[in-house]
């Protein structure tokens, strides 16, 4: 065991490993990276995560960078959940629900709970989370704010950020601070702080005064964006001031969390579920922009296209049987309705089922929810599809959470199957066409030059697309590694600089969470590309996207 691993095995209370087992296990997430950790630390509560640190500050400030990457299950495609040096693994010993208040729904938990056991316990008090990820079964709810993941439910409640009330934070040098909206007085009083927190206070507050015309100018039209970091709604114009919007989302590069209160919303499992078919992509598009524009609108538009569903049957001839007939659709809806006044969602059926008669080829209206999760195994499928494998050859998760304005939902596919044909890759595409946020992942076996080199250019010309749509290239899943050499590229040199500053001032000695979100180049994720990509810590649970 190394001098770094007795160091902290003697002053923390949870466990320290460095078997070559375990840090092989943790060298992979659900990306096509590896990078092996040097140290992996179980912390049992905040003060191991304050120690650490605590010592990597002490370390970096004479000469010394150990970086700090704080984990979940491991679930994230784009390799923030890697890092060569600790790695501290949260599910272990931080997993407690702390408080729950049943009247407001409001919940405050420890980040390594595992999403889908909070969910069931928030369903007996008939509350719920709705910007579930498609992993919530398997992932963290610490991921999934370190994400601000969302989900199908996100077209109507918004994304995690959303639902975040405030946080508990290790800053970098181990102070930790408590974030939530301040009132001009209250933060005042933080701008006088003569410590690490009131230095950030002082400095973020400046970046924002200093370049205020360009955060106003940052937003892009999309409906959801995890790509950078949100500066825009830190400082309102009342004047009052909140740090958490930026936590979320910002993947472990700002601070680590420790504690989180969510907010929640009432649970109705009485839904109605449409499932309509189209002939064209422009078709369902506008379809899409009418449902959108519904006052009663949907709390889901989910879709699959022919491609996905041609491909599951190949595999699995009867995983679609009952569902849908061939020959399959060009694109296919699954529009959920979950209002909980009943005169609402059968306005809002009627509504659709309306539009329906005028783009669609065909549909049908099911409330029995025996045969509602029946209709969602065709949007489910495309879990077969990634889990799927012929020899070396395998879907992988490279350029799959791009989100585009919905308006030019129809564009944007059909430059996708352009691209895919260019590149002799079979294409199948799903999920969140409410959103304009789709996933797709191109087979190759990554370990053969060709395929290598095949991926890099597809990445290139895929996010050169997106940004030509007005899109972003990264509407759930956030930038990790494999995202963030297309930043600057996105959001332009000026707020990319912006963000570069941001993330000194919260870790000026590079320790938290470095090679992820800020400063990486292609060059630097070449050499970290697996030579296999697979995903055997998730097979338990089907992996779902």
């Not at 400063?519 to 590309?529: C, E, G, T």
């Amino acid at each position: 065991m190394s001098k770094i691993a007795h160091y902290l095995q003697e002053h923390l209370v949870g466990e320290v490993m460095t078997g070559i087992d375990a840090r092989r296990y943790f060298s992979t997430d659900g990306s096509i990276l590896t990078v092996p950790p040097a140290v992996v630390v179980y912390p049992r509560n905040e003060n191991d995560i304050r120690k650490i640190a605590r010592f990597s500050w002490q370390l970096a400030e004479r000469g010394r960078v150990i970086p700090l990457t704080a984990r979940g299950s491991g679930t994230d495609v784009g390799g923030a959940a890697l890092g060569s040096g600790i790695m501290m693994v949260f599910p272990a010993h931080l997993h407690r629900i702390l408080e729950l208040d049943s009247k407001s729904g409001t919940v405050t938990v420890e980040p390594g709970i595992n999403y889908g056991k909070l969910q069931q316990t928030l369903k007996t008090h008939d509350r719920f989370l709705p910007p579930y990820p498609a992993s919530a079964e398997y992932s963290t709810i610490g991921g999934a704010v370190a994400n601000n993941a969302s989900g199908e439910k996100s077209l109507k409640y918004g994304d995690t950020r959303t639902f975040v009330k405030s946080l508990r934070v290790v800053l970098a040098n181990g102070e930790v601070i408590e974030t939530g909206r301040l009132n001009k007085r209250d933060f005042s009083k933080k701008l006088g702080l003569a410590t690490f927190e009131g230095e950030i206070y002082r400095s973020v507050d400046t970046l924002l005064e200093e370049h205020r015309d360009l955060v106003e100018r940052s937003a892009l039209p999309v409906s959801k964006n995890t790509a950078g970091y949100d500066l825009v709604d830190i400082k309102r114009r009342d004047g009052s001031f909140d740090l958490t919007p930026l936590f979320v989302g910002s993947q472990g590069t700002l601070g680590v969390l420790s504690e989180i209160t969510l907010a929640t919303e009432e649970f109705n499992p009485v839904t109605t579920l449409l499932m309509a078919s189209f002939a064209s992509l422009r078709q369902a598009q506008d379809a899409i922009l009418e449902l959108r524009a519904m006052n009663d609108g949907p709390s889901a538009i989910e879709m699959v296209d022919g491609n996905l569903l041609q491909a599951v049957h190949d595999i699995n001839p009867n995983q679609l049987k009952g569902i849908i007939n061939t020959p399959f659709p060009p694109v296919v809806l699954l529009v959920e309705f979950d209002d909980p006044n009943e005169r609402h969602q059968k306005s809002g059926v009627k509504k659709a089922k309306h539009i329906f008669d005028h783009h669609a080829t065909s549909h049908i209206v099911e409330t029995d929810l025996e045969r509602q999760e029946q209709l969602w195994k065709a949007r489910q499928a495309a879990g077969i599809v990634t889990g799927h494998t012929e020899g070396l050859v395998k879907a992988v998760p490279v350029i799959d959470d791009a989100v585009v304005p919905v308006e030019r939902f129809a564009d944007y596919l059909t430059g996708v199957y352009a691209l895919f044909k260019k590149e002799n890759l079979k294409v199948a595409v799903w999920g969140h066409a409410g959103d304009g946020n789709v996933h797709l992942q191109p087979s190759l076996n990554i370990g053969q030059i060709g395929d290598r080199q095949k991926l890099l250019r597809l990445m290139d010309e895929f996010y050169k697309l997106v940004i030509s749509l007005g899109g972003s290239s990264s509407g759930e899943y956030n930038d990790g590694r494999m995202r963030a050499p297309y930043l600057e590229r996105l959001y332009g040199t000026e707020l990319y600089t912006v963000f570069q500053k941001l993330k000194q001032i919260f870790d000026p000695y590079g320790t938290l969470n470095p090679g992820v979100k800020m400063n990486v180049s292609l060059d630097d994720i070449k050499p970290l590309i697996r030579q296999e990509f697979g995903l055997n810590h998730l097979y338990d649970h089907l992996p779902r996207s």
